[in-house]
């Protein structure tokens, strides 16, 4: 099983609204990623978990809040968005940070904020 | 800082012939992988092939394989016989094994067509 799942595939919310974006893996990796991936523009990283524990925040809002409760789920709570919020958010997953492997990814999910 | 450039946002390529996608990266580490994948209108980002930084020899799997010129800083795609579903965005990618562990990162991208 090499894949990763994340739901819901697509998730419009208002502005005022709290969601989830859920993403589970069970290939045993110990490394998971949120990117956010704009029209036409390339994945930029939002933040990296290593072993359940948060290792790379790339200044993201605190609007968006990660969560890993273990090691094969993956949650990106979202409050208080913005219509610029809108994206596609796709997770990923990787043997570990110093494992010489590369990531997987999901379908995404993706946002629009209304 | 590490930064991976693609200089072809479209490319265009007819069904069964060969096509080349550039890429060049900058990094100051020694120690790297190197990727191209491709992203069909799908979303999924899909791993085409990698690279680690310390192997001489060009990685290939299947049609596609890649030039690696390390002292130039170049890793290029070649597609050879092109499907139509290699119609999609490709991307290049870096990642370091030194200061930003984890931090892949990602060129703009090349929208291929492929023609029938």
């Known amino acids: 099983d090499t894949e990763v799942t994340q739901t819901p595939k697509h998730l419009v919310m208002g502005m005022t609204n709290k969601k989830s974006l859920k993403c589970e893996q069970h290939m045993g990796h110990r490394a998971m990623y949120w990117y956010k991936q704009k029209a036409k523009k390339p994945p930029e990283l939002m933040f990296v978990?290593?072993?359940?524990?948060?290792?790379i925040n790339e200044s993201v809002p605190s609007r968006f809040s990660p969560e890993c409760p273990n090691s094969s789920l993956l949650n990106l709570h979202l409050h208080a968005l913005q219509p610029e919020d809108s994206a596609l958010y796709l997770c990923a997953s990787s043997q570990d940070l110093r494992g010489r492997t590369e990531a997987f990814f999901g379908q995404g999910t993706r946002l629009t904020v209304v | 800082a590490q930064t991976v450039t693609q200089s072809q946002p479209e490319m265009s390529v007819q069904e069964a012939e060969t096509v080349t996608l550039s890429c060049t990266y900058d990094?100051?580490?020694?120690?790297?992988?190197l990727f191209w994948y491709k992203q069909p209108p799908s979303r999924q980002m899909i791993l085409v092939i990698r690279?680690?930084?310390?192997?001489?020899q060009n990685a290939t799997e299947n049609r596609f394989s890649v030039n690696f010129q390390k002292a130039a800083k170049s890793f290029s795609l070649k597609i050879s016989d092109s499907q139509l579903g290699d119609a999609a965005m490709y991307f290049c990618?870096?990642?370091?094994?030194?200061?930003?562990?984890?931090?892949?990162?990602f060129g703009k991208g090349t929208k291929l067509s492929v023609k029938p």
């Open positions: 978990y290593s072993y359940e524990k948060l290792s």
């Open positions: 690279q680690e930084a310390y192997k001489q």
């Open positions: 990618a870096s990642l370091n094994y030194g200061g930003s562990q984890g931090n892949l990162i």
């Open positions: 990094t100051s580490e020694s120690d790297y992988y």
